[in-house]
């Protein structure tokens, strides 16, 4: 498995505030395998929890390199679901990152709207040591789980990402410009920040400015890169 990473970026300027991980499967056979291909495997399977703790421990090495040549930037990492029920995963970073000596803030974790909804209790849970280890949180492809608006407040994350379906057609359909005007609205009210996923077109950016959502993530700024080329991008920042 290799993480290729996928920078966000502040408008207008559109430098780089973090990078998201996503991993890839190089594979003997079929070559370079998106996690599409392979993640519902994984977490179905008795190693899920060793899978994103080995995700973890790659990010965080990585982070370690980057600030030794002089970059500070924050790695994103997507967690499963199942992942919450995992009574070693809050240890094992904390572990990880003092042993490394990075920075928990620097390290950010990224849990699906819908997989924190599972089971409130415990995503409240976790999400809660997680904090006081320091280390950022986000809620990811908001919009797309059945959770009421209301739920929002209950969760103590830093960054609520908003799901690609709402952006795609943002700068033409008013209906998607009236779900992203409240959803702004009520993240900055929370004092949450929102990042819009999967911005591809200049349009898409500036009816997103327009509205007052200043942090996007998509291919119109880059696509996830491997480390060599995504560590060329930070070095000119
Ligand atoms: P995600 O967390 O929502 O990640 C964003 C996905 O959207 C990535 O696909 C990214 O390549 C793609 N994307 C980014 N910008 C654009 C854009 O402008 N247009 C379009 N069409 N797509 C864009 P990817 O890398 O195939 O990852 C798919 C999903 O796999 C991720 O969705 C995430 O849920 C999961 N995933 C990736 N890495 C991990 C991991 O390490 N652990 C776990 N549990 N899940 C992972
Ligand atoms: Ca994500
Ligand atoms: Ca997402």
Redesign the pocket.
Known sequence: FV??Y?PKVQLPTENIIGV?????WLHPKEGLL???MF?DI??QSMFVHE??RY?LLQAIIQCRSWLDNGIEVSIA????PY?LMDPELVDSLSTQLKFYDVPAALIEI?L?ESASMVNIKKTQEVFSQLKKLGVKLSI??FGTGMSSLAYIKQLDVDYI?ID?SFITDVATDTRDEAVITSLLVLCQKLKKSTIA????TIEQANKLMSLGCNLA????YS??LPVEEVTKLLSKK
């Open positions: 993480l290729h996928q998201e991980a996503l991993v890839r998106g996690p599409n993640i994984v977490e899978f994103t995700v990492v997507n967690i499963s992942n990224e699906t990811d492809d990402k690609r996923e999967g911005v591809e993530q998509g291919y119109l696509k996830p």
